[in-house]
């Protein structure tokens, strides 16, 4: 991946590149061109200006001038050629001045020259079998044409320019995209170094070590957000896991004992049962409340079990409205133990809660109430409203023998019994404190506060929901 990330980078850079280089070298020849075209013309017009007064008069051409017209030459690699009106030679940069007297008029350059007109380019030379660069400019005296001058380059000293100008700009294009192969090295290992640890932390994941985690502070924000979502994987599987090893441990535990019990008493049922079938039955009887019993813990387990699976995203509940059926539905099974069931709630309180679970919360905790309330006693389901703390509270107050401050605090965990030989599962709080955390919300057990005058024992089971309005 790094050598991918690597050559993409460099062929976007190289592509930028000649995108850019190719019409700017083909620009930097042209400006050489002109560059060189202008200086020519400008050292033209002056040397013409100064073959002026002899081209006028018809003489030769001074000798300080010949000399300076030679030296020019052999300075600026151009070869000069000063001619009267009739096109012949002057004077030449040559230095054994052989070509002065020769005709020149048939050469186009010079004869246009002579007409008035200034020109430059480049063409082949039959006599140097060369290409020359050239410009021809006339040599005034007032508005009459005595002459004119030419320079001659040759081409390949412009090409050999222009080459110079390119290979600079193509030292600077290659070292961009080496630059960008170095950087694009840096860039890619950063990714593929977190993605490397990412990887590892995967393999020791898969491999079954479950509190692995990776770093979230390092790479770039989108890396960054993925660690963080790993890690929230790895948390829910180990989670998942420790409910999966929990489940399987409590759910052995606790069904050994009454699964050895229903087993013998099936068999002493099965030995007793042809002799005297009384006993057989009563046996039988027993092995029927041991099933009763071992549903119950059961159900308790996979309540349990699905409450802690929990990962649903709160939503808005009414707790009054739910509250009052919920008394409704149970106050029927209260009255035959001589129990009433009471609500003190607004007419509304919006809480925030997975679906489901204020219902189940106030089911478990009715449930455990009943188990310990006498008599004539009453259960209250008061729900009041914390504005400074934002939350909504329901408190379950049962008029029972209660529990000492450290009993309360265990009473959360799974199978804890206040009396060993109760009929109860042990999981009703468990249940109540898993569906109120995965709501968001918080379980707690403590006495019972009284009001003045009144002795009653009793627990107040509350749950602090986070209120919705």
């Not at 990776?214 to 409910?243: C, D, V, W, Y």
């Not at 996979?302 to 939503?315: C, D, H, M, V, Y």
């Not at 401050?405 to 009703?428: I, K, M, T, V």
């Amino acid at each position: 991946m790094r050598l991918r990330l690597i050559c993409a980078l460099m062929f976007v850079t190289l592509m930028v590149v000649l995108v850019q280089d190719i019409p700017l070298g083909s620009y930097l020849v042209g400006v050489e061109r002109d560059r060189l075209t202008t200086s020519l013309e400008r050292d033209a017009f002056l040397l013409g200006g100064r073959s002026s007064a002899a081209l006028t008069a018809g003489v030769a051409i001074p000798a300080e001038v010949a000399t300076d017209v030679r030296r020019y030459g052999r300075a600026s690699g151009a070869r000069v050629v000063i001619v009267n009106a009739a096109g012949t030679a002057a004077a030449t940069s040559d230095d054994d001045q052989s070509s002065t007297g020769s005709s020149y008029g048939s050469r186009p350059e010079i004869a246009a020259a002579l007409t008035g007109k200034i020109t430059s380019g480049q063409r082949y030379s039959e006599t140097l079998r060369t290409e020359l660069v050239y410009v021809a400019v006339p040599v005034l005296s007032g508005e009459k044409i005595v002459g004119a001058v030419r320079l001659t380059y040759p081409a390949s000293v412009v090409d050999d320019e222009a080459a110079g100008h390119l290979r600079t700009l193509w030292t600077v294009a290659g070292t961009t995209v080496a630059l960008a192969g170095f950087l694009a090295f840096l860039m890619a290992s950063a990714v593929t170094s977190r993605l490397h640890k990412l990887r590892k932390a995967t393999e020791l994941i898969a491999d079954g070590h479950f509190e692995t985690r990776t770093a979230e502070n390092e790479g770039a924000p989108e890396l960054r957000a993925l660690a963080s979502a790993f890690n929230r994987m790895a948390a829910k599987l180990e989670h998942l896991l420790i409910q999966q090893r929990g489940f399987a441990s409590d759910a052995s535990h606790q069904l050994r004992t009454p699964l050895t019990a229903l087993r013998l008493k099936l068999e002493n049922a099965a030995d007793t049962i042809a002799t005297d079938p009384d006993a057989g039955a009563a046996m039988v009887a027993a092995s029927l409340e041991e099933t009763s019993r071992l549903q119950h813990i059961i159900d308790g387990l996979l309540k349990l079990n699905r409450a802690e699976g929990q990962f649903i995203s709160p939503t808005e509940n009414d707790l009054s409205q739910i509250a009052r059926s919920r008394q409704e539905q149970w106050q029927a099974l209260a009255e035959e133990t001589g129990v009433r069931i009471s609500v003190q709630a607004a007419p509304r309180a919006a809480i925030f809660a997975i679906p489901g679970a204020p219902e189940q919360i106030i089911d478990n905790l009715i449930d455990n109430a009943l188990a310990v309330s006498p008599e004539g006693s009453q259960i209250q389901l008061v729900i009041a409203k914390d504005a400074a703390s934002g939350t909504v509270e329901l408190h379950v107050l049962d008029e029972g023998p209660g529990l000492s401050p450290d009993e309360c605090e265990r009473a959360f965990n799974r199978f804890w019994r206040a009396q060993p030989n109760s009929e109860g599962s042990g999981l009703g709080l468990s249940i109540v404190q898993q569906l109120a955390q995965a709501s968001g919300a918080r379980a707690v057990l403590s006495r019972r506060a009284n009001q003045p005058g009144d002795h009653s024992q009793g627990l107040d089971a509350c749950v602090q929901f986070r209120a919705a309005d």
